[in-house]
């Protein structure tokens, strides 16, 4: 049972202080989008307030067309919930599996997908827009015929028989959620851990499939990256001209390539927000020089180091910067 909390009431003006994320009205008053759960709206408005980030780091294609970096792990944090059900709201509102809302580019590499997020007050295949726009007014016209069918049957007494193929998966997933409610969600099952069969028959194989798909591809752009980062640092020369730091060097090369790999839009380093392309590049620029750097900065600080990840990641990212700096007031000391 949740905790009840003692929170304060609001006065005067007070709500005018705070900043909310918007979703769209129309997503619940308009017919075309009853599909969708109210999980995916919410998930959809989230993307559009990632928007503005878009927007401030000029993240547009040769087309001027906005795109976002959304992370499955984005989506695990802000909607709270577990990665089954993370997947499964992307796939609704995607233009593959779902309703198109959104449009996800993969670019390979390690790097995360571009997502275009879609107007959904606009439907440009009425004025003649591309196939894959035009695939989209297909698909909410049959939306259309589909819900007029279903009240005409329930007029008749008559129970739902036929439904077309673009919402059978709709129809499957309403009634996974009513089997869901009695023995609870797959994030978070009632009591019955024991009974093995029903955890094979409440998880989706094809969702399972894409889960570990994606695992093995992670761990395989992990692999790839760290190669790549110990050819960039000369590892081997690193070693052999720094042998008491064997450590260190694999504990920075290991957070390089986490960093380098994530899948969250954004890294939180030196008390603000960096967009993770932008840290990836950075450390893929570093060189044997800039790591010895940050060692010497390492062993050579007097203070107290609290949080080591955070002082070893905000040091790597400005190494480049600081490096010459460091160095050149170092020689004037010497001198005088």
């Excluded at 577990?82 to 796939?91: D, M, N, P, S």
């Excluded at 390089?256 to 620029?285: F, G, Y």
């Excluded at 040091?315 to 004037?332: D, K, S, V």
Aim: with cysteine; hydrophobic share 30%.
């Amino acid at each position: 049972m949740t905790q009840t909390l003692q929170f304060r009431y609001y006065y005067k003006n007070q709500a005018e202080q705070f900043h909310f994320y918007k979703i769209p009205k129309v997503l619940f008053t308009n017919a075309r989008f009853k599909g969708l759960s109210a999980e995916a709206k919410i998930l959809y408005g989230l993307m559009l307030d990632r928007m503005s980030l878009s927007i401030k780091n000029g993240w547009m294609d040769n087309q001027n067309r906005i795109y976002i970096y959304f992370t499955l792990e984005d989506a695990l944090e802000l909607m709270g919930c577990g990665q089954g059900k993370a997947v499964r709201l992307f796939a609704e509102l995607d233009s593959v599996k779902g309703i198109g809302l959104i449009e996800r580019k993969k670019q390979g590499q390690g790097k995360p997908a571009k997502i275009y997020v879609k107007n959904f007050l606009e439907d440009e295949a009425a004025d003649g827009g591309s196939d894959e726009d035009k695939t989209f007014q297909n698909r909410n016209s049959e939306k259309g015929d589909f819900q007029e069918k279903n009240e005409q049957l329930s007029q008749n007494g008559n129970s739902q028989q036929e439904v077309t193929s673009d919402f059978q998966k709709s129809a499957l997933l309403k009634k996974e959620s009513q089997d869901l409610s009695k023995i609870g969600s797959l994030d978070f099952p009632k009591s019955n851990g024991n009974n093995t069969d029903l955890s094979k028959t409440e998880r989706n194989d094809t969702e399972s499939f894409y889960d570990s798909m994606d695992g093995m591809e992670h761990a395989r752009e992990k692999q790839e990256m760290e190669q790549l980062i110990r050819r960039n640092i000369e590892y081997d020369v690193l070693f052999l001209r720094n042998p008491s730091c064997d450590r260190e060097i694999d504990e920075i090369v290991s957070l390089m390539t986490e960093v380098a790999t994530s899948r969250r839009s954004t890294i939180h380093l030196d008390k603000q927000d960096i967009p993770q392309p932008m840290v990836k590049e950075r450390l893929l620029s570093l060189q044997c020089e800039h790591i010895e750097y940050v060692l010497e900065r390492m062993q050579s600080s007097t203070a107290k180091i609290h949080n080591i990840r955070a002082y070893l990641l905000t040091a790597l990212y400005h190494a480049p910067e600081t490096i010459h700096h460091y160095y050149a007031a170092q020689m004037r000391e010497s001198n005088d």
